[in-house]
């Protein structure tokens, strides 16, 4: 047996390239913001302009996820991921390229954002189906490894970042995001080889119609929107944060920001994915909203960078669980809801990773660039995930949950 044979008959290459898809996930929504002071500069823009760059790339991914929802199925999921890893490529590669060929600069680095962000946008949508449909045992602990790879790809990202603008220095950004762009170039290669399964089959499947008449169905489109907001709030402003909230150097605040923000939310789904048979995952989560508030509040209001930073630390241990887990609980208790609905709690998941960054820029913005007073308002999102799980709680002990 070739070698070629062998990856397409071995799902340990699908799971690989999975993995992949998540550090290329980690790479489109993390690499831009440790850009953000430095295009304010470049370009002339305030903060407020440049949260535009997160309501796009989470916008684009939000309608993508709408249509992948709807369309992945006929396309097929192999032709899908391909193009998604493609079109990142692209876009990552046009960060570079566009600023140079548009009048505005900023506009340039906006249609790059969008044309990532599609591919994004179908990798959100696709790479937990892809993954549920693998014939693996504990679906719940396989999620949550495969989750905790966006978690390495944003330390990566940061770290890897870091030297390069340390040793090359910052305004040799643009050879960096033809670095990156490699790597969505070659997974693309990769997926078009290893084998596919789909997750339910066609008449086992629950009309779109159905499910979103479904009343738990809304609410873990609530939980997702909670646990997307909650992470993207702090982890696509922690370096600004840290530099300009903080007033820690860039590397620094970089390194204590959110790469130990993705340190420890990485952590804590590896950790789950290796005690999920002894861990309460309902527990798990709302235990984990609590310190997600504790861990804002903490980042907001010490006197002392140091703790700040703490504060901003402790908000990626606490949001580990909450996305992969909404998936998994959405997953055991609808087993029917097939790729739609996988493609409508991504949608949910990227309409809070807008809302989260947005408000945060809009708070900010209206309060003379106070990164705090923006930080302070995204708490409200924490509070929405522990009332989505005490809403799903009572359904359970109704035992409404499992009849769907």
Not at 311 to 322: E, H, N, R
Request: glycine letters at 10%; aromatic letters at 12%.
């Amino acid at each position: 047996m070739n070698i070629s044979t062998g990856i397409k008959r071995n799902y340990n290459h699908t799971l690989y390239a999975s993995y992949i898809g998540y550090i290329t996930q980690a790479i489109i929504n993390n690499f831009v913001p440790l850009l953000f002071l430095t295009f304010q500069d470049l370009f002339q823009v305030s903060l407020g302009r440049i949260s535009l760059l997160v309501s796009v790339n989470f916008g684009v991914q939000l309608l993508t996820d709408y249509l992948g929802a709807k369309y992945i199925d006929r396309i097929g999921y192999r032709r899908s991921i391909v193009f998604a890893h493609l079109i990142a490529a692209v876009g990552l590669m046009g960060l570079a390229i566009f600023p140079s060929i548009f009048p505005d600069g900023f506009t340039g680095i906006i249609v790059a954002v969008i044309l990532y962000a599609i591919g994004g946008g179908i990798i959100e949508v696709l790479i937990s189906p892809i993954v549920e449909a693998c014939p693996t045992e504990r679906k719940e602990a396989a999620m949550s490894l495969l989750h905790s790879f966006y978690c390495w790809g944003q330390v990566f990202v940061v770290l890897f970042s870091t030297v390069f603008f340390t040793v090359f220095g910052i305004g040799n950004w643009r050879i960096l995001a033809f670095i990156w762009a490699v790597v969505p170039l070659l997974n693309s290669i990769y997926f078009s080889r290893v084998p596919i399964a789909t997750l339910v089959e066609d008449e086992e499947k629950m009309p779109i119609s159905a499910l979103l008449k479904e009343k738990l169905f809304w609410l873990f489109v609530l939980l997702m929107i909670a646990a997307g907001a909650s992470e993207l709030a702090m982890s696509q402003w922690a370096s600004a944060f840290a530099e300009a909230g903080l007033k820690v150097s860039k590397t620094i605040g970089d390194l204590a920001g959110p790469c130990l923000f993705a340190i420890l939310m990485g952590s804590a789904r590896v950790f789950y994915a290796k005690f999920s048979e002894k861990i309460s995952l309902l527990k798990f989560m709302a235990g984990s909203g609590v310190l997600c508030i504790m861990g804002y509040l903490l980042a907001i209001l010490s006197p002392n960078p140091s703790v700040g930073l703490i504060g901003v630390a402790i908000t990626g241990l606490s949001v580990g669980i909450l996305w992969p887990g909404t998936f998994s609980i959405a997953s055991k208790s609808m087993p029917r809801g097939g790729t739609a609905m996988f493609g409508f709690l991504a949608l949910a998941g990227d309409l809070g990773c807008f809302a989260g960054p947005t408000l945060v820029g809009a708070v900010s913005g209206a309060f003379y660039d106070d990164l705090k007073i923006g930080l302070l308002a995204a708490i409200i999102f924490p509070v929405l995930l522990l009332i989505g799980l005490s809403i799903y709680k009572k359904l359970t002990q109704k035992k409404v949950v499992f009849e769907v």
